[in-house]
């Protein structure tokens, strides 16, 4: 149970950050849908490096855990 909440815990942040980011976009007047493909572009830049995780100095389950959080985040950016 804990990892649910956990994980809905994430995704409310996740997408109050990509609100906060399209917010800060208008008032700094650039319009929303500019930094919502900008946004998108940063978050599918990520797939060049996703397939290199496993050089990194951890165990396998925390490069899954980490490679489906990247993936997660990919997601919620791309509804931006």
Same mark, same amino acid.
């Given at each position: 149970m804990a990892s649910l909440r956990h994980s809905a815990a994430n995704t409310w942040l996740? %997408?109050?950050l990509v609100g906060n980011y399209l917010a800060l976009a208008e008032h700094l007047g650039v +319009?929303? /849908?500019a $930094? @919502? %493909?900008t946004?998108? +572009? %940063?978050? $599918? @830049? $990520?797939?060049v490096w996703l397939d290199s995780l496993?050089? &990194?100095?951890f165990d396998v389950g925390?490069?899954? *855990? &980490? *490679? /489906? %959080?990247? +993936? +997660? @985040?990919?997601e919620l950016l791309r509804l931006a």
């Open positions: 996740n %997408v109050e +319009r929303a /849908r $930094a @919502s %493909v946004i998108g +572009r %940063v978050a $599918a @830049s $990520a797939d496993d050089t &990194l100095p925390t490069l899954h *855990e &980490l *490679e /489906r %959080v990247i +993936r +997660r @985040s990919q």
